[in-house]
């Protein structure tokens, strides 16, 4: 094997296993922009990787570099450094090879590229300086200038150098895990609306103060506390209705990633469960919910019908509630004179399931409740949350939420909401005129909910219940 200068006219592509210069896709979406990209790479910089090729009656048959082939003749190149193999390989020898090259080659981490990126612009800023003009004889360099001599665009060029500082502030985020560039700008995006999300919290919390109101006391009715522990400190018999909104034990992170849904770090906190532990976790919630209720008072438990359906009907029997399998249903869609239309559904299997266009509820009772809004259908028609609106990824429309507790509590009614989530329930309950609390364990969780209680009620407290002796 040696390397010499082969002429370009002299490369015979031949019969190629790998077909990627034909349908790769550039950032824009193109077919041939990152080939282009190559070529003005090659034109800078030459062709830095020799090409494997095996000589034979003074032609070079290309065993392994098509694509830097076509880019250097795109980019006018006569002549290329070649790897030269001998004439007597074998078929399977030359495959090998191909494949090789190909199989083991590995292209770099979206972080490696921003990166890479950031030090190219550094660098060629150190030597001729950095542009601060607009004219065209203004000395130094511009971030165009540089993606035009890196043969790409200057947002391409731009965003990885913001990318590359944002990994730097943020080194306990696993950079290194994230497949694509688009999934590492969004997860930087998701990162900076926590951060501005934070400082508008700090700001809030800020203008509540030390002084008492009712819009205070709506925030602090949402608690960072794990409920088994918060819940040994609560009397018996004290409330009215109990939301229950607890973990699927379903994977929750697969299914949505699998149907498209999952957006970038949607599930933030969200804390799943494991299924094995998920019976135990279950009966000891209905136990202590049941403790803590009145003699007459609703539960509400929203779960994953597959595969807990009938496990879920069990447990709360064993704790001691009444229910029925006649379960409640939110349709994700409108209704319109009590027709549920323009339904939307997901699937994972879309081409063995039908899109699932509705989440259940049992509701359970305590005692001989009787519901406050008697001839209730069970069925609820309301659109569902857009996935980048959401605090949390099971979060639920406000108006359904209100609908579904009016049903079940009066004005004045306690409630209480064991795993608080995005604390819609508080705030329904309240907008009710009913007073709740709630536990969660993910203090990202209440920034959201503050924010939400700041915008609706702003200086409308006369919206809120009276709760002074709680």
Request: with cysteine; aromatic share 8%; net charge negative.
């Amino acid at each position: 094997m040696k390397l010499e200068m082969a002429k370009l006219e002299d490369i015979i592509i031949g019969k190629r296993f790998r077909q990627e210069h034909h349908n790769e896709k550039d950032e824009g979406g193109g077919t041939q922009g990152s080939l282009e990209r190559l070529a003005n790479s090659i034109k800078n910089s030459g062709v830095i990787q020799p090409l494997a090729v095996m000589e034979k009656e003074g032609k070079y048959y290309l065993l392994a570099g098509e694509r830097r082939t076509i880019a250097a003749a795109m980019a006018g190149l006569d002549e290329v450094p070649v790897r030269i193999y001998e004439s007597d390989l074998s078929e399977l020898d030359q495959r090998e090879i191909e494949l090789a090259e190909n199989l083991w080659r590995k292209d770099f981490t979206p972080a490696e590229r921003a990166n890479l990126y950031r030090e190219m612009v550094k660098l060629q800023q150190e030597i001729h300086g950095k542009k601060t003009s607009t004219a065209p004889d203004a000395p130094g360099v511009s971030m165009a200038d540089i993606a035009e001599n890196l043969g790409v665009s200057a947002p391409i060029v731009t965003e990885a150098v913001k990318l590359a500082e944002f990994m730097e502030a943020t080194p306990e985020v696993e950079w290194g895990n994230i497949k694509t560039t688009s999934e590492a700008k969004r997860t930087m995006e998701t990162l900076q609306k926590k951060v501005v999300r934070r400082e508008l919290v700090k700001r809030a919390e800020k203008e509540l103060g030390n002084k008492d109101s009712k819009v205070k006391r709506l925030v602090e009715s949402y608690l960072i506390n794990d409920f088994f522990k918060a819940v040994e400190h609560l009397p018996d018999k004290t409330f009215d209705l109990v939301e229950l909104d607890p973990p699927y034990a379903i994977d929750l992170k697969h299914q949505k990633k699998t149907n498209g849904s999952l957006q970038a770090n949607e599930l933030g906190s969200y804390n799943e469960i494991d299924p094995k532990k998920y019976p135990a976790f279950m009966k000891q919630t209905f136990r202590e919910c049941y403790r803590v209720m009145t003699e007459n008072s609703w539960l509400i438990c929203w779960f994953g019908p597959d595969p807990w359906f009938e496990e879920i009907y069990k447990w709360l029997n064993v704790a001691g509630f009444y229910t029925t399998r006649l379960v409640g249903q939110w349709m994700k869609g409108e209704e319109e004179d009590d027709i549920i239309e323009k339904t939307s559904g997901q699937s994972h299997q879309p081409t063995r399931r039908l899109a699932n266009a509705s989440e259940m509820f049992y509701y359970a009772w305590k005692g001989s409740p009787q519901m406050a809004r008697p001839g209730q259908t069970n069925v609820f028609g309301y659109k569902p949350i857009p996935p980048g609106q959401k605090i949390h990824p099971t979060e639920r429309p406000l108006d359904l939420i209100k609908d579904i507790i009016t049903v079940f509590a009066e004005p004045g009614s306690r409630i209480l909401v064991p795993f608080a989530g995005s604390g819609k329930t508080l705030i329904a309950a309240a907008m009710n005129k009913m007073i709740p609390v709630g536990f969660d364990l993910s203090n990202e969780y209440k920034e959201g909910y503050i924010l939400q209680v700041k915008e609706i009620f702003k200086e409308e407290e006369n919206a809120l219940p009276d709760n002074e002796d709680d």
